[in-house]
């Protein structure tokens, strides 16, 4: 994925309120969007480097939208919605090999009350396949973990991928890590324990759990590697 316009890089003072964040541009302090509704613990300090994406359109109260951060090793893509873009670009150019030759992709497939982040199908060997999408930016312990926060959100997609499983389909659950100086992969436990449970619980009711990582810099961001998982 290439950004479509070329990043700013900017100092990052503080980020609160969840949704917003203070940084110095061309020596002037202004306020930016926060696309990221996590803890982003590991993901930033003070005084780090960032870098910012300006929004087309002119009416926006804040034009400027916080995309990265840097901790000295490694960009670290804070924007969780371009991990369903990542997605997107890899299934439709088969980048994933778990997940290759699936003749059509439709995103946001509604089942039952929810929607799933993919429906893949016309495969000629597998079966019709839904695929559950999760942004990581979590390093704890050196490893990549997953959530940074309770996430009763993120419990619902589990149990939802068991049950498609159960019906026949395939279910996958995609997780992408936003940041190159981890390589392995784990629910973050001691932050969400149900949802580790879960993920453990997916995992044995034939649930495929995949973890990729990107490689980041300002600009693209692109698929670097499988990361090992540990359940």
Request: hydrophobic share 40%; charged share 30%; glycine share 4%.
């Amino acid at each position: 994925m290439i950004w479509p316009s070329p990043l700013i890089e900017a100092t990052l003072i503080k980020r609160y309120k969840r949704f917003l964040a203070d940084v110095i541009f061309d020596e002037k302090e202004i306020t930016v969007h926060v696309p990221n509704t996590g803890s982003m613990t590991s993901c930033w300090e003070p005084n780090q480097r960032c870098a910012l994406s300006l929004s087309p359109n002119p009416d926006r109260k804040m034009p400027y939208t916080l995309e990265l951060t840097y901790n000295g090793e490694t960009w670290i893509g804070v924007n969780t919605a371009n991990a369903n873009k990542l997605a997107k670009t890899w299934l439709t150019e088969n980048k994933i090999p778990e997940l290759t030759d699936y003749k059509t992709i439709i995103p946001e497939k509604k089942i039952g009350d929810s929607r799933v982040d993919f429906y893949l199908e016309g495969h000629k060997e597998f079966p019709d396949c839904f695929v559950e999408v999760k942004s990581v930016t979590l390093k704890k312990d050196g490893i990549a973990q997953f959530p940074d926060a309770v996430t009763e959100r993120g419990q619902k997609h589990l149990r939802e991928l068991i049950e498609i499983k159960k019906s026949g389909l395939r279910a996958v659950m995609l997780f992408i890590i936003q940041r190159e100086d981890v390589n392995i992969f784990k629910a973050a436990e001691d932050i969400d324990p149900l949802y580790s449970q879960l993920l453990r619980d997916a995992h044995r009711s034939g649930v495929e759990i995949l973890a990729y990582q990107c490689r980041i810099d300002l600009k693209h961001i692109e698929l670097l590697q499988p990361l090992k998982v540990i359940i």
